[in-house]
């Protein structure tokens, strides 16, 4: 795979223009703004083709919607694992390009709205904590690249962010990637998410090594305190 290049100009966004932020980009203004919830299965979220229709809006109105796509694209995998990938909107843009992919998710509203859009592609319903992909030899199937779009890491049901981790590393390739983009302000009470130095001993425990880390899906400078986070760890 080759390495990723930081794009020539960057878009700085600072947490005094940015209230919330889903998939790394500010929400709309009036626009369904999700309180993040301790697990997915207690999100209270709009759910298949209704959870679409963001998208839909954004990219009607303009809004580049694929930077997930974009920044793992960079780095030139072949074959990626879209982990928690519900509707499958980074799976397809991936498919699309020429890039093999498999979906899982544990929400089955969501992949249904994945196998009508694209039902050439492989959908799988599984829990992430005990996720277990095999080929047809059941052999354990395993990618160059597994993405975690979405905010997924802060849905994961507390207490199992490790056994995820643990798990999508071991669909990983020797030298294989770990993309994982989510929230990390604290801003909103109430609410539990895991933090970036948990998030990393989660990695390091999987056998995952810091390769990079981003601010946004564009490839923006990561900076201490802030409130997004895009990392990219390496299984040794």
Same mark, same amino acid.
């Given at each position: 795979?080759?390495?990723?290049?930081? #794009?020539?100009v960057?878009i700085r966004?600072t +947490?005094?223009?940015?209230?919330?932020?889903w998939?790394g980009?500010?929400?709309?203004?009036?626009?369904?703004?999700?309180?993040?919830?301790?697990?997915?299965?207690?999100?209270?979220?709009?759910?298949?083709a209704?959870?679409?229709?963001?998208?839909?809006?954004? +990219?009607?109105?303009g809004e580049?919607?694929?930077?997930?796509a974009?920044?793992?694209?960079?780095?030139?995998?072949?074959?990626?694992?879209?982990?928690g990938?519900g509707?499958g909107r980074?799976?397809?843009?991936?498919?699309?390009?020429?890039?093999?992919?498999?979906?899982t998710?544990l929400?089955?509203?969501?992949?249904?709205?994945?196998? @009508?859009?694209?039902?050439?592609l492989?959908?799988?319903?599984?829990?992430?904590a005990?996720l277990?992909?095999?080929?047809?030899a059941?052999?354990?199937?395993?990618?160059?690249? +597994?993405?975690? +779009?979405?905010n997924?890491?802060?849905?994961?049901?507390?207490?199992?962010?490790?056994?995820?981790?643990?798990?999508i590393?071991?669909?990983?390739?020797?030298?294989?990637?770990?993309v994982?983009?989510?929230?990390?302000?604290?801003?909103?009470?109430? @609410?539990?998410?895991?933090?970036?130095a948990?998030? *990393?001993?989660c990695?390091?425990?999987?056998g995952?090594?810091?390769? *990079?880390?981003?601010?946004?899906?564009?490839g923006? #400078?990561?900076?201490?305190g802030?409130d997004?986070?895009?990392?990219?760890?390496?299984?040794?």
């Open positions: 795979m080759r390495p990723v290049t930081r #794009p020539a960057s966004r +947490a005094s223009s940015v209230r919330r932020w998939h980009q500010p929400a709309e203004e009036r626009s369904y703004t999700p309180v993040m919830t301790p697990s997915w299965s207690e999100h209270r979220g709009p759910r298949g209704e959870y679409d229709q963001r998208w839909e809006r954004l +990219a009607a109105s580049e919607v694929h930077g997930e974009d920044l793992v694209e960079r780095y030139g995998p072949r074959s990626v694992l879209d982990a990938c509707t980074v799976a397809i843009e991936l498919d699309s390009r020429g890039i093999e992919v498999v979906g998710d929400d089955a509203a969501m992949l249904e709205a994945a196998r @009508t859009k694209a039902p050439h492989t959908w799988v319903e599984a829990d992430l005990s277990d992909l095999r080929d047809d059941g052999e354990r199937r395993r990618f160059e690249l +597994a993405v975690l +779009a979405g997924v890491m802060i849905f994961v049901t507390p207490g199992r962010e490790a056994e995820v981790v643990g798990r590393a071991d669909h990983l390739l020797p030298n294989g990637l770990l994982a983009g989510f929230q990390l302000s604290t801003e909103f009470a109430g @609410t539990e998410r895991i933090t970036l948990e998030y *990393d001993r990695a390091a425990a999987a995952l090594e810091l390769a *990079d880390r981003f601010a946004t899906w564009s923006d #400078p990561f900076v201490e802030g997004y986070a895009v990392s990219v760890h390496r299984r040794a």
